[in-house]
């Protein structure tokens, strides 16, 4: 599996950070039952980071703007009708998936359409399945109109471990279904704000796979 881009850095850091403690723990620490238990939990340290990073090909082969697809690896936690009051100001059903540390975290989009609006927020660093974490934490608001002329919001939210939101999408930009639209480091959430009436084919703490879970049919 690849290796996400916007984990190059960070593995690169954790390599050095990684290394020199293994350098430092050999050069002061003469015992052998401390400082091989140390250099194996360094290494599977670093693999963990490697493996946050994992960057999965999938491809949605028979594009279909009826069928809502999750946008995340993770598991569903919230789905409920609520009033999404920054920028569809209606009653919508949500839908919330969760990513733990473990999951992946590359962000797709559910729907072919054009951005209609954008904005990103700075904020708080609640835990990522907080109900308040939608409105109050570090987040992006993203809204895909597509050629049917509905929209659908998604919203990609920082938890409390995240601490940066890579994003690919601008006002205007024409995207795919299935399109990667960004990144959130170590642990997050994405809300997905559909019509009323959808029929949602997921429930509660389903796990799902972005870009190969159906969540919902569109009327």
């Known amino acids: ?10 593995i690169f850091i954790a390599f050095l950070i990684v ?17 091989v238990p140390f250099i194996i939990l360094s290494v ?10 994992r960057h999965p090909s999938r491809i949605i082969e028979t594009p279909d703007n009826k069928t809502v697809y999750a946008p995340a690896d993770g598991k569903v936690v919230v789905i409920e009708e609520v009033v999404e009051a920054e920028y569809l100001k209606e009653k919508r059903i949500q839908v919330s ?12 989009l559910p729907l072919t359409g054009v951005i209609s609006y954008f904005k990103y927020h700075k904020g708080k660093h609640l835990v990522a399945f ?13 809204v895909i109109k597509t ?6 919001l998604v919203r990609q939210i920082a938890g409390a471990l995240a601490r940066r939101i890579v994003y690919y999408t601008s006002e205007k930009k024409h995207f ?24 949602i084919l997921v429930n509660l703490n389903d ?9 919902a049919k569109l009327n």
């Open 176 to 199: 795919k279904q299935g399109d990667e639209i960004g990144f959130i480091k170590f642990g997050s959430r994405v809300d997905v704000f559909l019509p009323l009436g959808t029929n």
């Open 44 to 53: 599977i340290f670093w693999g963990i980071i490697i493996r946050f990073f």
């Open 19 to 35: 290394g020199l403690l293994d350098f430092l723990f050999l050069y002061f620490v003469n015992s052998k039952y401390l400082v």
């Open 147 to 152: 050629p049917e002329n509905i929209e659908v």
């Open 1 to 10: 599996m690849k290796i996400h881009k916007e984990g190059y850095l960070s």
């Open 130 to 142: 907080s109900p308040k974490s939608s409105e109050e934490n570090e987040r992006t608001t993203i």
């Open 97 to 108: 998936i969760f990513m733990s540390p473990l999951d992946i975290h590359v962000n797709w």
């Open 207 to 215: 796990k799902t796979i972005g870009n190969k879970t159906i969540i």
